[in-house]
């Protein structure tokens, strides 16, 4: 009977002290989602100012490239904001941190098998290829995390989602500022009259 008794309160005092290890990361997912979110925006402005360039056909690695990389801005800028979202049991944040991974991992997945069809006239494969296998072990790294966050409720998970936004944030803007020269260079070139 008091075993029986004090499960209930074990479970609270597990809940809350989960609760106060995910409030201990409020304000590093409150940066990373700013960061996310003003570097998605620099991203659309200076894309904006290209646009022809990613438009034109013979450049559709660029526009894809481009949409995988605001992918992992917002999917940072997601994650984000499910851990500041407040008094959010262990159950519930793993299942939403769960489903936004599943559900960008899919999209990237597709991607990558539509894009590998789409010959890249400036041998940028590479290069591509590399940006999108790091976002997949990046997003699987997540989903791993998260199923165990939701599965034990153990807050010595939560130190993984770090890593996941750091890595996630760090390829993106690499991945942005390689687009960035990328397009800067076929301007250039097209100002010159080469093809």
């Known amino acids: 009977m008091i075993a029986a008794a004090a499960w209930p309160w074990a479970e609270a005092t597990a809940a ?12 590093f997912y409150l ?3 700013t960061a996310a979110v003003t570097l998605v925006g620099l991203l659309f402005v200076a894309l904006s100012f290209h646009l022809d360039a990613l438009l034109d056909d013979s450049r559709a690695h660029l526009l894809a490239l481009a949409r995988q990389t605001f992918g992992a801005y917002l999917y940072v800028l997601v994650i984000s904001l499910v851990f500041l979202i407040p008094g959010g049991s262990a159950r519930v944040l793993g299942t939403a941190l769960t489903v936004a991974s599943a559900v960008y991992l899919g999209l990237l997945l597709f991607r990558t098998r539509t894009t590998v069809r789409e010959a890249d ?3 940028h494969d590479r290069f591509r290829s590399r940006r999108m296998r790091m976002m997949a072990i990046v997003l699987l790294l997540g989903l ?3 199923l165990a966050i939701a599965f034990t409720h153990d807050p ?3 130190p993984l989602f770090v890593t996941v936004v750091l ?3 760090a390829n993106a803007a690499w ?10 260079r076929m301007k250039q ?5 080469e093809p």
Do not use: K
């Open 16 to 27: 809350a002290r989960f609760a106060q290890a995910v409030e201990g990361w409020h304000e």
């Open 31 to 33: 940066l990373a989602g």
């Open 121 to 123: 006239p400036s041998g």
């Open 144 to 146: 791993g995390a998260s």
């Open 156 to 158: 010595g998970w939560l």
């Open 167 to 169: 890595l996630q944030l």
């Open 175 to 184: 991945t942005s500022w390689d687009l960035l020269v990328q397009v800067g």
């Open 189 to 193: 070139g097209a100002g010159r009259g």
